[in-house]
């Protein structure tokens, strides 16, 4: 757990002189988001408070807005845990990024689109395959696809998928080999985006569509065997 809270006293400068339980949680869920707190883990409610210097009750209410959002558990005279998910939460979570994700490349309208972001977050992924940091790539890719729904321009789709996109790195966590998992679709991040630069929404969409099939029977095959008991 102490590793696991380096960093958040950084974080802290966030909260500004109104601290409040939004933007705990908004620290927390990107934490899940970027892999620090991986399923199962017990949230201290002491070492977290400590680390950003917020309150006991400020703390409790940002855990319950996280466990609204699927992302904690509270086990009675346990504590908070970070949600182990089920095969079908996986097979949820693809299903809203297959509806979401596709629609806002379908709803692009006329090229040229801003990709600036989709750029860097292949340029991540691809330092990330370089220096053998397979949990970056991870992050890389959730970039990705975080900058990709970006593209709509609405605050409410973003805000949806970041509980989304906080949830499938839950599922990554469980993926025995994250390498497997994550480096073939830098390429396949690398050619959506080249389609886009070329003005060919279609494609695209197409691209997208068949990635997320694929990346989705690869992390449940995972699940299934996890559950299981097979290696």
Same mark, same amino acid.
């Given at each position: 757990?102490?590793?696991?809270? @380096? ?6 400068? $966030? $909260?500004?002189? @109104? ?8 620290? $927390?869920?990107?934490?899940? *988001?970027?892999?620090?707190?991986? =399923? ?9 408070? &400590? *680390? ?8 409790? #209410? *940002? ?7 699927? +992302? ?6 346990? &504590? !908070?845990?970070?949600? !182990? ?15 979401? #994700?596709?629609?806002? !490349?379908? &709803? +692009?309208? /006329? =090229? ?10 292949? @340029? ?12 970056? +790539? ?9 900058? +990709? ?7 409410? @789709? ?22 497997? $998992? ?11 985006? #080249?389609?886009? #630069?070329?003005? /060919? ?8 569509? &068949? ?7 690869? !992390? ?10 097979? =290696?």
């Amino acid at each position: 757990m102490a590793e696991q809270l @380096t960093g958040l006293a950084d974080d802290r400068a $966030l $909260l500004g002189r @109104t601290s409040t339980a939004e933007r705990v949680s908004d620290i $927390l869920r990107s934490r899940i *988001a970027e892999g620090f707190f991986p =399923p199962g883990t017990r949230l201290s409610e002491d070492g977290i408070g &400590g *680390a950003l210097g917020v309150s006991r009750n400020t703390l409790r #209410e *940002a855990f319950r807005l996280l466990t609204h959002e699927r +992302l904690l558990v509270h086990e009675l005279n346990r &504590g !908070v845990f970070v949600r !182990v998910l089920t095969v079908e939460d996986v097979e949820d979570i693809y299903r809203t990024r297959r509806l979401v #994700e596709c629609a806002v !490349v379908r &709803g +692009l309208g /006329d =090229p040229p689109y801003d990709v600036t972001g989709l750029a860097d977050a292949v @340029t991540e992924g691809r330092r990330s395959a370089r220096d053998g940091d397979w949990k970056g +790539l991870g992050t890389a890719n959730i970039h990705f696809h975080r900058e +990709l729904v970006s593209l709509a321009g609405s605050e409410r @789709t973003d805000e949806l998928m970041r509980s989304v996109f906080a949830e499938l790195r839950l599922a990554f966590h469980v993926v025995d080999d994250p390498r497997a $998992l994550h480096e073939p679709y830098l390429a396949r991040n690398r050619q959506i985006l #080249e389609t886009l #630069e070329a003005g /060919d929404r279609d494609a695209a969409e197409r691209l997208l569509a &068949g990635y997320l099939e694929d990346s989705l029977e690869r !992390v449940v095959e995972v699940y299934r065997r996890r559950v299981a008991g097979t =290696p």
